[in-house]
């Protein structure tokens, strides 16, 4: 099934429908909400599963889980008796909404503004490379609520923003034609549009200019989500390759009793094991409720890069049928540079790591 929603690149229905039974929703909603009160740690192993069948399906899960986290550290009573229950359900679900335009990795330039009126916030700008966009009820924005602060991350903060889930257009909020991706099928990506859209403030997080230091700790959530989810597709690449190479043969005997083969399975074996061990560390830290950013920095790094790097090889373990629809690895070969994109690129997480080295290792004097 996943085969083929990919390449038609349609939303898994069923198989959310499926999941809201189950529970994955509610996952970590503490029990007083209905929820089943389990850790991150947990929720990494769930997402590992998830990937290795379809990595969107965990894709629909995270942004979901980070506005879980952020209600559950941030939010006030009133906040997670209103939205918690039904976040466990699956009833209602939600998206992170940050990236704009002319803003990724330089969260500091973003743009959208959120202006105080009497009782409500007046939202004005465009959002970009919003996972579950149009199907969320409930959008996490980061904005700014004092476009003057300096340094300007101090000037941003969360809102909560209700909307009707699959209208592409809403008091104030316009949803244009999904993404289109070179993989990552089947979950959306979309821009969100705000024209005077009007959000009670008491949908505020926190107070005003808390929004960053609140994304950033709910980001460490997403970077360990994406480490399982590469450890997953990872899983799933290796798994096909050992089995491939044990049946195709090539001069009179399986290819897995080519050296070369043999060398290519472990290193795919080794980094792969790597990985499992750098995402279990990151997911028990932040569960353990201290600062993890290096650690979480590290894990979706290696585990991202070496997803990429196994799933390449189990392609090339495949031939030219690895390049072929026919297969599977055609499918992971296409979602596994998403990783390390998404949550914070290669490059920005080696920024995180090397000042966060850096500040644990000082050299006084």
């Known amino acids: 099934m996943a085969e083929e929603l990919e390449h038609r690149d349609e939303y898994p229905e069923k198989i959310v429908e499926g999941m809201k039974e189950l529970g994955l929703f509610g996952l970590t909603v503490p029990e007083e909400f209905g929820g089943a009160g389990l850790d991150l740690l947990t ?3 769930v997402g590992v599963e998830l990937s290795r069948g379809w990595m969107s399906l965990s894709g629909i899960l995270n942004t979901h889980f980070m506005a879980v986290y952020l209600l559950k550290q941030h939010g006030s009573d009133e906040q997670k008796q209103r939205w918690l229950p039904r976040m466990a359900t699956g009833e209602l679900r939600a998206a ?3 990236s704009e335009p002319g803003a990724g990795s330089d969260v500091q330039s973003i743009q959208c503004r959120a202006d105080r009126d009497g009782n409500h916030y ?8 919003v996972t579950n966009g149009l199907r969320a009820g409930l959008v996490v924005l980061l904005c700014k ?6 340094p300007p991350y101090r000037g941003m903060s969360l809102l909560f923003v209700e909307k009707e889930p ?3 257009s809403f008091e104030g909020i316009t949803i244009p034609p999904n993404i289109e991706k070179m993989g990552y099928h089947g979950v959306e990506t979309t821009e969100l549009v705000f024209e005077d859209h009007r959000v009670p403030a008491a949908n505020l997080l926190g107070n005003e200019g808390e929004g960053f230091r609140q994304v950033m700790d709910g980001i460490e959530v997403g970077r360990v989500n994406v480490a399982a989810r590469a450890v997953g597709l990872a899983t799933r690449a290796f798994e096909e390759a050992i089995r ?7 001069f009179g005997k399986p290819i897995a009793q080519h050296q070369m083969i043999q060398e290519k399975l472990a290193d795919m074996g080794t980094k792969l094991e790597a990985a499992r061990l750098m995402l279990l560390q990151a997911a028990k830290k932040k569960s353990a409720g201290v600062r993890s950013d290096l650690e979480a920095g590290m894990a979706k790094y290696f585990c991202t890069e070496a997803c990429h790097e196994i799933v390449t090889e189990a392609l090339r373990v495949h031939g030219g049928y690895g390049y072929s629809a026919e297969y599977p690895i055609e499918r992971l070969y296409r979602d596994a540079p998403f990783l390390l994109i998404g949550e914070g690129t290669s490059e920005i997480q080696k920024l995180v790591i090397a000042r966060q080295l850096l500040e644990r290792h000082k050299v006084e004097g």
Request: glycine content about 6%; overall charge negative.
């Open 96 to 98: 992170l909404s940050m």
């Open 166 to 168: 699959g209208e592409r």
């Open 244 to 250: 491939y190479a044990q049946e195709r043969k090539a």
């Open 122 to 129: 007046v939202v004005d700008g465009t959002k970009m490379w």
């Open 43 to 45: 929720y990494a192993l």
């Open 145 to 150: 609520t004092d476009p003057s602060a300096d």
